[in-house]
């Protein structure tokens, strides 16, 4: 009988693991030409390779993974792997049964993949908000997946679904964007599984629930930014940003601006 691993458990060198909510980060690492046996998970979860490469032999196929590839794997699918001569390095997105994963053993392609490799940047400059953006991630990718899968069956995709009002929401994340609720008590309270809650909250507000957070904290960093002179450093550490590099990357990812050149064009 195969192995079992539980939740944040994977063969290889784990080198980091974050929990949002109830959605669980893991980066591990495997050897050149390591070999790992046949084993299943306990919870399903997608697999991001962010460097080498690897064949995985599972539900009744064999596939190979390289960098940028991703791959899920449902809870007890049995998989084994054998990596390449420069082994590799896999960012691990472990989801549970609140996400309704609907989506087939084996590669996964399209946009889910930008998802992936988003989930992947957040994991390394992780912050006070990064747990609520990477739920909101996540859920964005297992929607993603359940929608493209439908479509290449042939299936409609309905758009006629009940009006929700998410002002509430919006006004929970307006208020503090660094300690919101969890995206799952987001959901419950619209009366939405999570997978629906991000699908419809991304098609009513324009944004999804990551972005939306990430939006607003840019927002307050403008607002301090131009109304005071404090260092960008303690504004940084106020909005809970890593630090004052990590406001920098997003601010100008944002803005097109550094903060510092944003608050000089902002005083005149």
Not at 7 to 28: D, H, M, P, Q
Not at 138 to 157: H, K, N, T
Not at 228 to 246: C, K, N
Request: charged content about 25%; overall charge negative.
């Amino acid at each position: 009988m195969d192995a079992t691993l539980e939740a944040g458990e994977y063969f290889g060198i784990l080198a980091e693991t974050r929990v949002a909510g109830k959605v669980a980060l893991t980066n591990s690492a495997y050897s050149p030409g390591a070999v790992v046996p046949a084993h299943a998970h306990a919870r399903p979860y997608f697999c991001y390779v962010t460097a080498g490469d690897f064949r995985e032999t599972g539900a009744g196929a064999s596939y190979a993974a390289a960098r940028g590839s991703l791959v899920f794997h449902p809870a007890t699918e049995s998989h084994s792997d054998l990596f390449g001569e420069n082994g590799a390095s896999c960012f691990n997105i472990e989801i549970d049964a609140h996400f309704d994963a609907d989506c087939e053993p084996g590669p996964v392609t399209g946009r889910a993949v930008r998802y992936a490799a988003e989930l992947s940047r957040e994991m390394a400059s992780w912050d006070a908000a990064s747990g609520l953006v990477a739920e909101g991630i996540a859920a964005a990718l297992v929607a993603r997946v359940a929608c493209d899968r439908r479509r290449v069956a042939g299936a409609e995709v309905s758009s006629s679904r009940a009006p929700v009002d998410f002002s509430r929401a919006v006004e929970q994340l307006r208020a503090d964007p660094c300690t919101s609720p969890s995206l799952e008590e987001l959901a419950a309270d619209a009366g939405l599984s999570v997978r629906a809650f991000a699908l419809a909250f991304r098609r009513n507000v324009g944004l999804g629930v990551g972005a939306f957070v990430r939006a607003e904290r840019v927002e307050r960093a403008k607002r301090a930014l131009a109304e005071s002179r404090r260092p960008v450093s303690t504004i940084a550490a106020e909005l809970g940003f890593a630090d004052q590099a990590h406001l920098t990357r997003v601010f100008r990812d944002a803005t097109g601006w550094t903060p510092a050149a944003f608050r000089r064009m902002s005083v005149g």
